[in-house]
């Protein structure tokens, strides 16, 4: 591997690859964004973290990083099929409002939790039902090729047609014979030729109020198609780097890639990168278990598997101290950890402000750069950046101390570097929250000017003057009353 | 006027009307929202604080309010003509990017800017660009009915077949003959019958990328189309209340109605509602005039014209300070005027929980709320409320300083009303930026670590131990230093 070089692991070839855009310094970056019918939980959280450090990471190499990430608004059906109801309109069906209020709710809460995440907001965030017309385009262009069929309406790809030209299964390693051989026959499925075809376009069933009209039918788009169509339209039919999470992997970004193929006639992605699972105390998250937590609850410790909240930041760094192609499991007692070492190096960090210069230096801020970019370049390996920000934190704790001394030039590299990693790239923050409250400022003023009523009662002018100038000076205005004190900002 | 009713000024018949929804308990709601090309400015800032404060009372008056706000992201060309550059695609192509990643740069500005100023999210916040085949189908049907025709691939809305058979003008007052006889020949208008007459689809120029394919070219929706299609869609083909800037009143507005008319064979809206023009210093807004002050520069205090920074709330309280059918000129001094104001108003308030309450009353909180509910149903007399509002602080000052009273219910119905209001109905809050930062509560701590350095050097251990048990108990640590004392919160 190339230290000097970012290495991305790539599912498509299985391995470690240097990264080198199609169109340098232009990098395309699509990630597969939220079905917004429900509130985002942890397993929302970790893509949208991970292609938040790719994004950074890229554009602090110095690349214009063009990253789409899409909201999914129709065609998302029940388990992922080509039957059932979709998953928006079932939710609007059930709250009785029409499906695009239940998208600009759940659209709406999910930026708010990303925000608080600090995930950077992609350059353009596209609504599969936005870009209908895209997808009929694409359809069109499958069907000239040869690569789908019409049923009654709608129109399926038809994968054992595809897999004679191309080697259909390349991203996942499944393989058609295989397929054929494994699936049943579902109820429905009469309309498809193979049961592991798949939708691009669905004929609306007369209750079916997401609807548009085609030449086929008044229909909706099958769901892997809004990824394919966005990405071409907004990316070009070929671009750098296809993310999401690894439960996409196949049927959905298999299905994109032969789509793409039989559409363009040549593939369009060249790195596909996706993040592994989360876990929660050790099993599989599912509905059906009951322990999927939203983010609002672990933000206010509100599920009956939390012992108390955790903040957005503790949330961020727990994700970031795993590599994202591990599995990581959530428990309260990781969850708390990472707290208190999320905690413990932002107040070394914190240090470093308070460090006076010396004469030499007794270690060089190039030494980390080194090793941190290294971590970063070897497949945006976190939990090993962050272990070398642990070590630098000891250091730096020292340097405090004055038991080590760095030069101003070097201290001014240091907290530059430390910025840089910390901040931009590892998109940490200091969370104001738990100082930084009314309660608080009000808690210390009531003792401050309880302090000063004593002073005057034993007439301690002098303290009881420099208390209230000295506030003066920090702008608050002390208004003496009968019953003590009371203090405004002014 | 019924004054136990919501009286709404209706442009279409330039009278204050009784509000009566079409389909009670729902009310259907559709607002112009921005054309995305560019920041916010108080233009932005008035129309949706009006329609957030008709939205917010409405659902106090216990209706379901289905609120749609667009978001304009292709069709609007320069100086709403039918002639010159997609005001989008221009500003993409000076900053050489993708015309999406405009509208996604300055629609999340434009929510930052809206979510401090307190503008609650609309039910639906739909892009014109997502809804290119209802637009083609709205011009079908146009076409179908005879009110539009194609020329060199573009549809052009025909306004004097259409005058006559419906009245065109009614919302506007303008009367075609007089249009034919004041406009002009224009440069490319040729394709056109009349110059009033506006496109509804527009074949794109070679160089012109945001496109989509239809039976007439590959072209665009005209500006005024996506309102008429995008509320027909989410509010159906009768709905309440349309609102918007006079700005908009004509062409875009008249042009809705014609459009909507000419497609359904009857009008759409019962109730068009209209905020009046912002001038600055006396002088109409406008960019050649150099006078436009976007919501950021506001808030942070950048722009030649202002004395100093103006907060969020000091803009949203300047705005309701007038009533919404009046012009409002933004002077430093004004403003000013505001921020004293609201701070008066909201510390009075904040007043009320330091009553203790009596065995009589004094005053009843009803006469209030009766006066708050006249002012709010005289068609959203804000500045009528806001004046109900100063009286009642100075009664609750009265109230605090004990020369009033209140009983117990009294007092609990006075704070429900005010909290109703102040927070719900007119969207204010206390800021707490002022007085909450990390160096306010870092300021006094050093402040009060000093006082009890002191303290301590005169022997004065019970202060010491005074200052550090309560700041314990409070949750804040203290660890004496070589050079002091430093403060962590645990």
């Known amino acids: 591997m190339e230290v000097s070089k970012l290495n991305v692991y790539n599912t498509l070839s299985k391995r470690k690859e240097v990264f080198e855009p199609l169109n340098p310094p232009h990098v395309g970056l699509y990630v597969c964004g939220p079905t917004v019918y429900g509130d985002a939980h942890l397993g929302h959280a970790r893509p949208a973290i991970t292609f938040d450090i ?42 009785q409002v029409e499906p695009m209020e239940v998208v600009q709710f759940f659209t709406d809460r999910y930026h708010r939790n990303m925000d608080a995440l600090n995930v950077l907001k992609p350059s353009i965030e596209p609504r599969a039902s936005g870009h209908i017309i895209e997808q009929q385009e694409m359809i069109r262009e499958i069907l000239e090729h040869g690569y789908a069929y019409e049923s009654d309406g709608s129109i399926y790809f038809d994968v054992a047609k595809y897999n004679e030209d191309y080697p259909y299964g390349k991203l996942s390693g499944r393989v058609v014979d295989e397929l054929l051989a494994t699936t049943r026959e579902l109820a429905g499925q009469q309309e498809k030729k193979n049961s592991f075809d798949f939708a691009l376009w669905k004929k609306a069933s007369p209750e079916h109020i997401m609807r548009w009209p085609s030449e086929w039918s008044d229909g909706f788009p099958g769901w892997h198609l809004e990824c394919s169509a966005m990405s ?45 699972m989360i876990t929660i105390n050790g099993q599989k998250m599912g509905k059906s278990l009951g322990n999927f937590i939203t983010l609002d609850e672990f933000f206010q ?30 428990s309260n ?24 210069p010396s004469d030499v230096s007794d270690f060089s801020p190039a030494e980390y750069e080194a090793l941190f970019y290294a971590a970063m370049n070897d497949d945006l390996n976190t939990p090993v950046l962050i272990a070398h920000l642990f070590d630098l934190s000891k250091r730096i704790n020292s340097l405090a101390d004055g038991r080590e001394h760095l030069t101003q030039t ?60 000295q506030l003066q000076a920090l702008g608050f205005q002390i208004k003496d009353t009968k019953d003590g004190a009371e203090w405004i900002k002014s």
């Open 410 to 469: 070097d201290l001014d590299a240091l907290k530059q570097l430390v910025h840089r990693f910390l901040e931009e790239i590892l998109g940490l923050k200091t969370e104001e929250k738990k100082v930084d409250t009314t309660a608080d400022l009000d808690g210390i003023m009531q003792l401050l000017l309880q302090v000063r009523h004593e002073a005057k009662l034993h007439k301690d002018w002098a303290t009881a003057d420099k208390i209230r100038n």
């Open 232 to 276: 071409t339209k907004y990316l070009g039919k070929e671009f750098d780097i296809h993310g999401g999470g690894l439960d996409l992997l196949f049927p959905h970004h298999e299905s994109e890639i032969a789509q793409s193929t039989a559409a363009h006639g040549h593939e369009s992605v060249k790195y596909w990168m996706h993040n592994n």
């Open 333 to 356: 007692e990781a969850l708390q950890a990472s707290e208190k070492g999320l905690e413990r190096l932002m107040q070394a960090m914190s240090q470093l402000d308070k460090v006076k």
């Open 301 to 330: 410790g509100n599920h009956s598997l939390l012992d108390r909240a955790y903040s957005a930041m503790t949330i961020r760094f727990f994700i970031l101290q795993a590599h994202y192609r591990s599995t990581l499991d959530f």
């Open 54 to 95: 790719l994004f950074r990471y890229l554009q602090h190499l110095g690349y214009k990083v063009r990253y789409v990430r899409n909201i999914t608004d129709v065609g998302h059906l029940e388990n992922d099929a080509d039957e059932g109801e979709d998953k928006i309109a079932k939710k609007a069906r059930l709250e």
